[in-house]
């Protein structure tokens, strides 16, 4: 058992639950509608940690958005890719319905496809997607 991976799983479930209560989950019945793209660029573990994955795992688990993509964006790479507490946290994300993906141009620049890829993330150019989002009204553009 990976105690690491395990840890950084119950604690990310704890802080999800603390930032969403009380009514913080989707009203019972409700639907969840619209878009949320986060793009994942600070290579500051805090605003990681406490601040940008927590939230992006949230809005997917309580239903505050139907849709959720977390880009992981330049500094944010190596963080990641350095860091088995924050791949824990991405691969819950992951498993509760997040869509992750990566700028390859980056991880190019950065030599991290691989490391990329190997934690399931859709290493791909980024430019499209995320123009098309901030032109979607349906979709919100988050920075961290």
Request: glycine share 8%; proline share 4%.
């Amino acid at each position: 058992m990976n105690w690491s991976r395990m840890i950084a799983v119950v604690s990310s479930v704890v802080l999800v639950c603390l930032i969403a209560a009380p009514g913080g989950a989707q009203d019972e019945g409700a639907e969840a509608t619209g878009k949320l793209m986060v793009v994942w660029t600070s290579g500051d573990p805090d605003v990681a940690d406490k601040v940008c994955l927590m939230y992006t795992h949230a809005a997917k688990a309580y239903g505050w958005f139907a849709e959720v993509t977390l880009v992981v964006w330049g500094p944010s790479q190596r963080l990641l890719v350095g860091d088995p507490l924050l791949q824990a946290k991405v691969e819950a994300m992951q498993a509760d319905g997040v869509v992750v993906e990566a700028c390859i141009a980056c991880a190019r620049k950065l030599e991290l496809v691989e490391e990329l890829e190997a934690l399931d993330i859709d290493v791909k150019g980024m430019g499209v997607p995320l123009s098309e989002a901030l032109k979607d009204p349906e979709t919100e553009v988050l920075t961290f």
